[in-house]
């Protein structure tokens, strides 16, 4: 099964423009031959998930945001995110949930504060870029989230200052990971190198410079230990198995361990500075067969889990972890600005999306 994108018209006229720095061309997928819908039985911020047992060390902490991308497409985001919370907690992490249209600046600063990996699904808006020679850290390199003057719904939008770009500017100044945290990103433009759909596919050169713009605030200025950006189906969700899973293997390796993975497509860039980061770059066929830059890297290969993001959570521990009936309840909406991992061992709600039926298939949106 594959999916196919079909650009949204009106009138016979794409839908992008050229003040919107994420068109969502693509944010309609039929699958061929049939299109499947999957009603998920599952009631975000309702139902409470199972808590964690702590081992010996303290339990690996994840924050999954995804930020408005349409009525649509957000759905669709939604669990791929539900799936690679499924993956985390089943290595034993707690995991705080920041989605649309709870997705706004104190709950996710909220979800963050602690996290040893951060995964965001939504819009991006990176450089390279055709909108503006000079890069805006106001709102580049970060997130899009439910803005001030948020609806209350996943139509949330640029147009109106429903949706808001929270660039890498304020992600630094605001957002308190755990030291040698991950930043993970999923399907979000220009993040892995590749442009916006409408757009001419990225060069070598686009590809590194908009990678190296993403992975910069992280990695530099933020104390994290890796980045990852990926746009294929489940992708977040494949790399959270290997670095949870697999603690003491290598970033390396565990970039290595995605199923679309293909070695002749891998390029690897030294860092400029001189150190033992690296930049890697992963050109292949997606999409329907359109070559671009979807899976990249930056940081030390060689690093692992166990070393770097998981170092105050043993590989010991984080194996020994078991799954127990929940302890209290999920912390939901607006309460949860107010959140505190280490209050409770159980998985935090943060918001109360309900996940609707979404279309399903081997693809993965954009």
Known sequence: MV????????????????????????????????????????????????????????????????GPVGPELTPIYIQLAEAAARVAESHGAVV????????????????????????????????????????????????????????????????????????????????????GWVMIYSNACYAAGAPEPWMEPATADEAAARV????????????????????????????????????????GEAFATEPAFEAGALSRIADPAGGTGELWLHRSAYFDGRMDYWYAFAGDPAESPATRMLAGTTAAAVQSMTVVPPTGDAVTGDRAAALDFGAAALTVLVGGATVEPVVTGAGSPR
């Open 3 to 66: 999916w196919h994108p079909v650009a949204l018209t009106r009138e016979g006229v794409p839908l992008a423009s050229p003040q919107h720095p994420r068109v969502l061309v693509w944010s309609v997928f039929v699958q061929r031959p049939a299109v499947i819908l999957v009603a998920l039985a599952l009631a975000v911020g309702l139902a409470v998930q199972p808590a964690v047992a702590r081992g010996a060390g303290q339990a690996p902490r994840v924050a999954i945001i995804v």
């Open 96 to 179: 705080a949930r920041a989605y649309s249209p709870y997705a706004h600046a104190s709950n996710v600063i909220a979800a963050v504060e602690g996290a040893n990996a951060v995964v965001y699904f939504g819009h991006g808006v990176g450089s390279p870029n055709p909108y503006s020679a000079t890069p805006n850290p106001a709102t580049t390199n970060g997130w899009g989230l439910n803005g001030p003057g948020r609806r209350g719904d996943h139509s949330d939008s640029w147009k109106d200052s429903s949706l808001k770009y929270f660039g890498e500017a304020w992600i630094a100044e605001h957002a308190r990971p755990a030291p």
């Open 212 to 251: 190296r713009a993403y992975s910069a605030t992280p990695l530099a200025r933020m104390g994290a230990s890796a980045f990852f950006a990926t746009d294929f189906y489940e992708g977040a969700a494949h790399l959270l198995n290997s670095l949870l899973g697999n603690p003491t293997t290598s970033y």
